[in-house]
T-cell receptor, first 112, second 112 residues
Framework: QKEVEQNSGPLSVPEGAIASLNCTYS??????FFWYRQYSGKSPELIMF????GDKEDGRFTAQLNKASQYVSLLIRDSQPSDSATYLC????????????FGQGTELSVKP | DADVTQTPRNRITKTGKRIMLECSQT?????MYWYRQDPGLGLRLIYY???????NKGEISDGYSVSRQAQAKFSLSLESAIPNQTALYFC???????????FGEGSRLTVL
């Protein structure tokens, strides 16, 4: 079992809908979590990070962390075709020695 | 010019050949990483280095070696390439902050 698990998708949503991307992790020592977006043929780029239980909002993006359930999610409101990409969840912390462990990635397709 | 530069961007080689992928960065970061990306498997860490004298194995280091020639340079070697090392390889850097990795553009390696 990977330390960080995601549904690989693809996840398809209509334009304007909310896209919900989910991630679970196995190491309770993980303290910080990151969402990267990767367009086809490009390198990943950081879009959100979260350390504390609860929600963190940044524009159309909301990251949610539930440490008791070992669950991280990313919500994208008012999804746009330009949001179509693969979203990578990553976890890190002292147990990971300062490195990030990535999930498999979820492919999101936003249909006009 | 890109802050994290990988060479070569594409390489086709034969089984048994030695291959080196090079990474250089102008971001001034101490931490450098090599990841491998395969479809459905996300990013997997091969090796990482927190400074010039520090080298650490990641999740999948077998069959690979690295050299940190300077703060700005981190190279990945495959001593005897095999077909299942066909993948997209990413170099990344970080300043040790909240987990933001800065990725190079990737090196696509095909081993025949």
């Amino acid at each position: 079992q990977k330390e960080v698990e995601q549904n690989s998708g693809p996840l398809s949503v209509p334009e304007g809908a909310i896209a919900s991307l989910n991630c679970t992790y196995s190491d309770r020592g993980s303290q910080s979590f990151f969402w990267y977006r990767q367009y086809s043929g490009k390198s990943p780029e950081l879009i959100m990070f979260i350390y504390s239980n609860g929600d963190k909002e940044d524009g159309r993006f909301t990251a949610q962390l539930n440490k008791a359930s070992q669950y991280v999610s990313l919500l994208i409101r008012d999804s746009q075709p330009s949001d179509s990409a693969t979203y990578l969840c990553a976890g890190g912390g002292y147990n990971q020695g300062g490195k990030l462990i990535f999930g498999q990635g979820t492919e999101l397709s936003v249909k006009p | 010019d890109a802050d994290v530069t990988q060479t070569p961007r594409n390489r086709i080689t034969k089984t048994g050949k030695r291959i080196m992928l090079e990474c250089s960065q102008t971001k001034g970061h101490d931490r450098m990483y090599w990841y491998r990306q395969d479809p459905g498997l996300g990013l997997r860490l091969i090796y990482y280095s927190f400074d010039v004298k520090d080298i650490n194995k990641g999740e999948i280091s077998d069959g690979y070696s690295v050299s940190r020639q300077a703060q700005a340079k981190f190279s990945l070697s495959l001593e005897s390439a095999i077909p299942n090392q066909t993948a997209l390889y990413f170099c990344a850097t970080s300043d040790g902050g909240p987990g933001e990795l800065f990725f190079g553009e990737g090196s696509r390696l095909t081993v025949l």
